[in-house]
Structures are given as C-alpha cells and as structure tokens.
C-alpha cells in the first residue's frame, strides 16, 4: 500500500470540534459573506453516515451557516492544520444544506482545497437542498508536499445561504478497509461444500484416497472492451484471452459506427468482432444500441426532423436487433441518461422507455441496461444514486424492462466506503450491477495498482455486483493512457500484476483425503470445479458447480 508511513487514519485535519466556542479556524470567502454557527433540530440532524472516523461518530447537529453570499464564489474557508502527504488519498466528508434564497431548489456545492495559494484540487460536490443534508463524500491526492493548503467551501448562485456540518479531511486506511471486505468476501463469494462418494461403495474403499479439487472457472466473470485494431496485436490478444472472460465492443456497434451516413450501413467490424469472440467462447456486451449525449450523435441525426427522427430510431433498432438477435446477452440501449437528453429533448419523455419496450420486443432474451458514469465516485451532483435510482424506476413505470445496472468506473482517487454506499443504494433496485467501463487512472504505476485494488475488492465483495468489465487495458490502445494494465510492449506493470494476482486470490483449489464417512470437505468460490479422485486403481474425474447459497452445498459424487 503506498506511502502510509507516518499518516495518522482517524485525525481530521480541519477544526470543528470547537464551534461551541465560535467559528473555530474558519473565515468567510466574499467581502459581503458573514458567518454564523447554530443548532439543528433535533429531528432534522442525519442519523446515517458513511464516515468512519471514530467508531462513535455521528452528525453533531451544529453548523455553520454563510449567509449575505454575493457570487458563486463565496463561502467559507479554512486552512488545514495537519501536514498532507503526498501519494496518499484523503477523504473529505461532511453535510451541507441550503438556507434562505434557494427557494426550493437543489444546487451543486463544492469543497476544493488551494494548495500553496495558486493550485486548486477538486475535494468533491454535492448536490444541495434547503431542508435537508446531503452527505459529501469527495476525494483527493496530492503529487508532493504542500508548504500551505485551506478548504474552501463555495458553490450554490448568490443570494443563497450556505449550512456546513461537520466538514472532515482525513487520510483513508486502505488496510483496515480491506481486511473488512475480505471477511465480506467470503460470505458473499464462497460456499461450504461437502463432496460425498459414500455412494460409489463402502466408504472404507475410499477412505484415505487422495483427492484435488480446482476451480475451472468464476461465475463472477471480468472481461474488457476490444476493438478492430487490438485484437491484431499478440500481446494483447494473449492477454486478453488468458485473463478475461466476457467482451465489449469499443466503438464498432455504436450507431455513430454503423450508420455513419444515412442509409449506408457497416456492420463489418461489428461481425469479425463477434467471429474474433466466438473463436475464444467469449460472451459479448452490447454498448450501446442509442447515446443520450448530443455531441455523439451523427450530424445527419441531429439533422432530421420529428417524423424523420422517430422513423430513424425505429430503423436502427429493427436493423440492429434482427441481425445479432440472440448474440449479445446484454444491451446498453440508451448510454449516458443521466448527462444527455438529445432523444428525449428531441422526440419527447417516453422516448427513452420507447427504446426500451421495443429492444425487448425484437430480442426478447436480452438483459436491458441503463449505463452512466461517476455514479460511484460521489463527485457529480448530476450522478447520484439517488438521481440514478429515480430514472430506473421513471422508465420501469412506462414499461422499459430494465433488467442492470451499469457503472462505467472511470475513476481517480477511488475511496472503498464511497463506492460501496453507492452499491448498497443501488441494490435496493434489486436490479443486478455490473462496471461496465472500468479504468482506474494514475500516472504513478504502484498507486494504480492500489488504486485498481479498491475498486476490484469493493465490486467483488458487493452482493449486488455481478461482473466487471475494463475500458481497455494495453497502453496505447485505451481512452486513458494512465490506466493500463500491461504496457505498449505486452509486459505486465503493477497493476496488471495486482488484476492477476486478485483473480488467483478469488480462485478456489483444495488438496487433502476422503475421511472415513467417504467426504470430502471444502469452502469455495462459486464456479465450475474438477475433482481429481486417485485411488489404487487409477484417477478419476468429475466436474461440479458450486452456486450461491447460504446452507452447505452436498454433492453426490457418483463416480
């Protein structure tokens, strides 16, 4: 774990502790912004919080409020009294709420560190509604030791008041968060099995025999995205074969791609993709059959009129769900709801379910995503679960069979705890979650490793989690240069090593001896596992499938 010497987990670095006696070390930001500290209700203070520092710790219910704020720009500000080390990622963490002037709308507030007066980092946002508090849960990480850095507090047009509770920055304990999830992970991944060959003859026939089980394969599977050019390289392809278990087309099943020019349909690239998958068994996602984006849309769409755009839309779904219908297990049917409206601004709000309901009329069999990014990451005031949430259900009531989730991941600086509150909102859809994009960017290697180990331990240990996809992983031949997992020459850095190394942790193998009752016992990864019995008459071999459940598995071994 990189650069934990010396660091202190549970000490927040800015003063609120001493608002009872004043405003502590804060200041106001803006020649008119004044302020004042005051009490909560009682009924209205939090009772919930991802913070965890103090095992005691809860809202306090006191708070500062920045009224008389004359730009967006104003607020409060405080300057840190501990020394931030560099390479370390801190959270920062706290409730903000509107007061008077935000006459019943939600704004986005934001928490940026200035480090050494001039450079500023982004610490995270939220968006914030009069009434209520809104948890933050922001990031950073800093390249070298500041000489000097305060917490600014802005955000909100002006006229409107500005609570803060609580602010914290604190260094997170990637250890302390990990030994966690490894307990969370073998309750939610692992199984106890007993392999009972009582039945093949008296069990004092096999008692003793030697017996080895290994794991074939994960039914938590990871795969990446390919394209045209990558699946020529040998590197890649080895990898990629070696490592991976499903596949995503980058670029070539996107309509932009298929239907460049109206009426001119390609579906080459997307058809050796799929020959290329084939070839290896592996499974296909489809990203994406629409993009609600409007600067990916293709000049020629964004050209047509109402009744041209409805009948465009209908033609690139009959066309593309008729020729691969059975092929891909999943769709992405409109990308990026939660940033792009252009269908919906263009055509009306049932547009979006529209695509939905006839997607599963023309591939019944396919599982039916929405897919949008920084939904995990607690950064984007328009990503929240909760947003996220509202538009599954918006599209659900019109019909749409949304049957996934997908998280893209592109992520920096991720911190465990606010991914997982992000999981645990989400899986009370009961809808499954997969990260459909992941890549974990950071220039330095080992702390993309350390990096790429948070994210993959907190999905993997997530019940709702049920398989992550990378946007890539060869330098040069990814979106971020700064997330590869094996560099431009096929050698495996850090962080392909740690994916590696993860996926063997994750893979069950067992060796030992019938006993006496003829069993053989076991705890495993759910998957396909091959028993290997060697007994004074030869070897013999038989294949079996471990499936969640929370009783022990017993498997007749019929041999």
């Known amino acids: 774990m ?41 009924a209205k203070v939090p009772t919930e919080t991802i913070n965890n520092v103090g095992d005691d710790y809860r809202p306090s219910g006191r708070y500062i409020l920045s009224s008389g704020r004359a730009d967006e720009k104003d607020g409060l500000c405080q300057a840190i009294t ?108 692992k199984r106890d099995v007993l392999l009972n060959f009582g039945a093949a003859g008296p069990a004092s026939a096999i008692s003793g025999a030697s017996i080895r089980v290994m794991q074939m394969d994960s039914s938590f599977p990871f795969g990446t995205c390919i394209n045209n050019g990558v699946i020529q390289n040998p590197a890649f392809v080895d990898f990629f074969t070696k490592h991976f278990d499903w596949a995503v087309f980058e670029n070539e099943l996107k309509w932009y791609h298929t239907e460049a020019q109206q009426g001119q349909l390609n579906y080459n690239d997307a058809d050796a993709l799929l020959d290329f998958c084939d070839r290896y068994g592996k499974p296909v996602r489809g990203h994406c059959i629409f993009w609600a984006v409007e600067n990916t849309v293709q000049q020629w769409v964004k050209n047509l009129d109402h009744d041209q755009l409805t009948s465009a839309v209908q033609g690139r779904l009959q066309s593309l769900l008729t020729r691969y219908a059975g092929r891909f297990p999943h769709y992405d049917v409109n990308n990026e709801m939660l940033h792009g409206s252009f269908y919906q601004d263009r055509l009306g709000d049932d547009i979006n379910a529209f695509m939905f309901r006839e997607t599963t009329r023309l591939d019944p069999g396919a599982t039916l995503f929405v897919n949008d990014y920084n939904v995990e990451c607690g950064n984007d005031p328009n990503a929240t679960p909760e947003k996220y949430i509202e538009q599954i259900n918006s599209l659900q009531q019109k019909g749409a069979s949304v049957g996934g989730i997908g998280l893209q991941g592109h992520m920096t600086n991720p911190v465990g705890e606010i991914i997982c509150d992000a999981l645990d909102k989400l899986a009370t859809t009961d809808l499954p979650v997969w990260l459909t994009e992941l890549d974990v960017s950071e220039s330095d290697v080992d702390l993309r490793a350390d990096d790429l180990e948070v994210v993959l331990r907190e999905a993997y240990a997530h019940p709702a989690v049920e398989g992550v996809m990378f946007w890539g992983f060869m330098q040069g031949h990814m979106w971020r240069q700064d997330a590869c997992l094996i560099n431009s020459d096929g050698t495996v850095n850090d962080a392909g090593e740690r994916f590696v190394d993860l996926r063997r942790e994750w893979t069950s193998h067992a060796r030992g001896h019938i006993d006496s009752d003829g069993h053989f016992k076991f705890r495993g990864y759910h998957g396909t596992y091959v028993v290997q019995l060697t007994t004074g008459t030869g070897k013999v071999h038989k294949t079996f499938s471990v499936e969640k459940g929370d009783t022990p598995l017993v498997l007749e071994m019929n041999l």
């Open 82 to 189: 501990g020394a931030l080390k560099p390479r370390v990622t801190y959270r920062v963490a706290g409730w903000i709420s509107l007061g008077d002037g935000a006459e019943g709308a939600s704004h986005a507030v934001r928490v940026n560190l200035r480090v050494d007066d001039e450079c500023v980092v982004e610490g995270g946002a939220v968006c914030a509604e009069a009434g209520k508090w809104t948890e933050i849960k922001g990031a950073f990480r800093l390249k070298k030791s500041p000489c000097g850095a305060a917490v600014y507090v802005q955000g909100a047009p002006a006229g409107v008041d500005v609570k803060v509770m609580d602010l914290q920055v604190f260094a997170t304990d990637r250890k302390a968060r990990f030994r966690k999830l490894r307990k969370k992970t073998d309750k939610v991944r």
């Open 2 to 42: 990189a650069c934990t010497q010396e660091v202190v987990f549970d000490v927040n670095l800015i003063e609120n502790s001493a608002l009872e006696d004043g405003l502590a070390g804060w200041a106001p930001v803006g020649s008119c912004t004044t302020l004042s500290v005051h009490n909560e209700e009682p």
